[in-house]
């Protein structure tokens, strides 16, 4: 089972759910063996938390990683043909309510402006 150690924000946000769940299929992978959940381990409030692996939530995880290395995979291609007219990675949400409490938020700011 992974077990995940957490040392900054304690709370199990969605980021630290779908690390896990990824954790969870790379070490059904490696040995074999059904791997159903994981651990986080958050050390301010020494919580553990189950993550159970979640069909619609690894679909949902799988599709946003095959639809990033889509656009990487064309970057590199169109890198090699000199035709780098489409963007490095698929447009951003630029919804107040959804982006108001993302992680990313300052980042995908800095993305935007560029």
Do not use: W
Request: aromatic share 8%.
């Amino acid at each position: 089972m992974p077990f995940e150690i957490k040392t900054g924000r304690s709370v199990a946000g969605m980021e630290h759910r779908a690390q896990t769940m990824l954790y969870t299929l790379l070490a059904a992978e490696r040995y074999g063996v059904e791997v159903p959940s994981g651990l986080l381990y958050y050390t301010q409030n020494e919580e553990v938390v189950r993550v159970p692996q979640s069909r619609n939530e690894l679909r949902a995880l799988i599709g946003a990683r095959n639809e990033m290395a889509a656009y990487m995979m064309r970057r590199t291609t169109h890198a090699k043909e000199q035709l780098v007219e489409e963007p490095f990675l698929p447009p951003t949400i630029d919804d107040e309510r959804l982006c108001k409490k993302c992680y990313a938020l300052d980042s995908c700011m800095l993305f935007r402006k560029v």
